[in-house]
């Protein structure tokens, strides 16, 4: 079974810096997906970021980038230029290339500070 | 742009009763899901649904849930006999099926108390 690892449940950052939430997973599969979701204080789900496992480039999406690491099972997200409205739990996420259900990390708590 | 729509926002039940939760997945997307989030816990994977039937769930999804897709815009969760661990947070989430597009979208969450 996949599992989905995030170690940092709480993490702090100063408004305009940059902060990095780590991610490791368990699979034996060569194909998959894996995901950044961010939850506000709303509580919806907001997709970040996405990665295919068969890409090298690392993924990136304006403030926000990936560092996938395939043989290392990590997959972490660094947030640039922090802004307070970043302040919410992120979720790590996994799903297998040919399945539907995605794995969720227990999520990290990030707080931006002004 | 589309989204997920879930309602109600929050629901309140005793214990023993049956919900229904609803969602209108995105209008072209073909695969949805059912996602619970107990306060403070990760999101868990419940089921999803292609082409009128289940295609995977989880063990959490017992005989006590089902899903429907009554028309061709919602999709339901029906829980038959709630239970205090029930209450949760339950997200509705669908996704284009086809090359390259597979993430899920999300909708709002409706909030499940069971008293």
């Known amino acids: 079974a996949q599992t989905v690892t995030q170690s940092q449940p709480e993490m702090s950052v100063q408004e305009a810096e940059t902060v990095t939430l780590s991610c490791t997973y368990d699979t034996s599969e060569n194909n998959y997906y894996l995901f950044w979701y961010k939850q506000p204080p709303s509580r919806q789900m907001i997709l970040v970021i996405r990665?295919?496992?068969?890409?090298?480039q690392n993924a990136t999406e304006n403030r926000f980038s990936v560092n996938f690491q395939k043989a290392a099972k990590s997959f972490s997200l660094k947030i640039s230029d922090s802004q307070l409205g970043d302040t919410a739990m992120y979720f790590c996420a996994f799903m297998k290339y040919n399945n539907n259900d995605m794995r969720f990390g227990a999520g990290t708590r990030l707080t931006v500070k002004p | 742009e589309p989204e997920v729509t879930q309602t109600p926002s929050h629901q309140v039940t005793q214990m023993g009763q049956e919900v229904i939760l609803r969602c209108v997945p995105i209008?072209?997307?073909?695969?949805f899901y059912w996602y619970r989030q107990i306060l403070g816990q990760k999101v868990e994977f419940l089921v999803s649904f292609y082409n009128n039937e289940i295609s995977e769930k989880s063990e959490i999804f017992d005989d006590q849930f089902s899903v429907e897709r009554p028309d061709g815009s919602n999709f339901t969760l029906k829980i038959r006999s709630t239970k205090l661990e029930d209450s949760a947070m339950y997200f509705c989430?669908?996704?284009?099926?086809?090359?390259?597009?597979?993430?899920?979208?999300f909708g709002p969450g409706t909030r499940l108390t069971v008293t």
């Open positions: 990665q295919e496992a068969y890409k090298q």
């Open positions: 989430a669908s996704r284009l099926t086809g090359t390259g597009v597979h993430e899920q979208y």
């Open positions: 209008s072209n997307h073909l695969y």
